[in-house]
T-cell receptor, first 112, second 116 residues
Framework: SQQGEEDPQALSIQEGENATMNCSYK?????LQWYRQNSGRGLVHLIL?????REKHSGRLRVTLDTSKKSSSLLITASRAADTASYFC????????????FGSGTRLQVQP | ETGVTQTPRHLVMGMTNKKSLKCEQH?????MYWYKQSAKKPLELMFV???????ENNSVPSRFSPECPNSSHLFLHLHTLQPEDSALYLC???????????????FGAGSRLTVL
């Protein structure tokens, strides 16, 4: 399957609730990034976590990384309607290539 | 504005047409990328120009032809496309600093292509 695969594919929550999205990957990585995409627009970088880090925070975002399970999670706390978007994780392939491999994303809908 | 500009934003073309997508970055980055985004599919990396090296996805049909005349400009030339090529084409740039660097991508807003 695709490197950097997100789960769930879609998530609908109420404003104020927390949203958790997961990402799994297959090969070893140097770092993992999360991006956000509003409908029909380009992706915007949110946060990066390196392979020697286990947790990272940025505002209402919390990212964890478990290299033994080859998985990461993105938690958005106290969600807002403006958080409605698709969220993607991206990994680097540990082969010297510099490109990013993305999954299909998680579509988050935050109901006001 | 992200510093990566794509034109046109929307393009409708017939299968016999020849057109080009343009991408320009004003960030001083040394790598540029083309991605294809189709509905309910993962983003597909098409081409990478990084430190004067071109890397391509071997599954990309030859009807897509990239051109990178300098580190700030990237083109995707399109000819004899098929309806299944209709998608959002995203350009991105990054500053590459070694294979273990962060390599954060900055994306343009995309070019929505419809092939009739």
């Amino acid at each position: 399957s695709q490197q950097g695969e997100e789960d769930p594919q879609a998530l609908s929550i109420q404003e104020g609730e927390n949203a958790t999205m997961n990402c799994s990957y297959k090969t070893s990585i140097n770092n993992l990034q999360w991006y956000r995409q509003n409908s029909g627009r380009g992706l915007v970088h949110l946060i990066l976590i390196r392979s020697n880090e286990r947790e990272k925070h940025s505002g209402r975002l919390r990212v964890t990384l478990d290299t033994s399970k080859k998985s990461s999670s993105l938690l958005i706390t106290a969600s807002r309607a403006a958080d409605t978007a698709s969220y993607f994780c991206a990994t680097d392939e540990d082969t010297g290539r510099r490109a990013r491999t993305f999954g299909s994303g998680t579509r988050l809908q935050v109901q006001p | 504005e992200t510093g990566v500009t794509q034109t046109p934003r929307h393009l409708v073309m017939g299968m016999t047409n020849k057109k080009s997508l343009k991408c320009e970055q004003h960030l001083g980055h040394n790598a540029m990328y083309w991605y294809k985004q189709s509905a309910k599919k993962p983003l597909e990396l098409m081409f990478v120009y990084s430190l004067e090296e071109r890397v391509e996805n071997n599954s990309v049909p030859s009807r897509f032809s990239p051109e990178c005349p300098n580190s700030s400009h990237l083109f995707l030339h399109l000819h004899t496309l098929q309806p299944e090529d209709s998608a959002l084409y995203l350009c991105a740039s990054s500053q590459v600093a070694g294979t273990s660097g962060a390599n954060v991508l900055t994306f343009g807003a995309g070019s929505r292509l419809t092939v009739l």
